[in-house]
């Protein structure tokens, strides 16, 4: 199977609603250093992670409950190819 990569960049929209339950999962991920949420997070400030959270839950469908719900958030999207 061949595989290629894709560089994307998303803007989104987020509730203070959102970024609180977000920060609090973060929060709870820091108790649990050994969890696999924080493969590749090396380095990273709370606020990044923060964002990675909501950006994940947005574009995975968690806080898409009908169609419209997605194009409200999800602002834009550019992507770049690499062969």
């Known amino acids: 199977m061949e ?5 994307t960049c998303f ?5 203070d609603e959102q970024y609180t339950r977000a920060k609090y999962y973060v929060e709870d991920m820091k108790r649990h ?3 696999i949420f924080w493969r590749g997070k090396e380095g990273k400030t709370d ?6 959270q909501i950006a994940h839950r947005i574009l995975s469908g968690f ?7 997605a194009g ?3 602002m834009r999207m550019d992507s770049t190819a690499f062969m």
């Open 63 to 69: 806080y898409n409950d009908d169609p419209l719900t």
């Open 11 to 15: 803007t989104i929209t987020f509730t």
């Open 72 to 74: 409200r958030q999800i």
């Open 3 to 7: 595989t290629h990569k894709v560089r």
């Open 33 to 35: 250093p050994d969890r």
């Open 47 to 52: 606020d990044e992670l923060i964002i990675e």
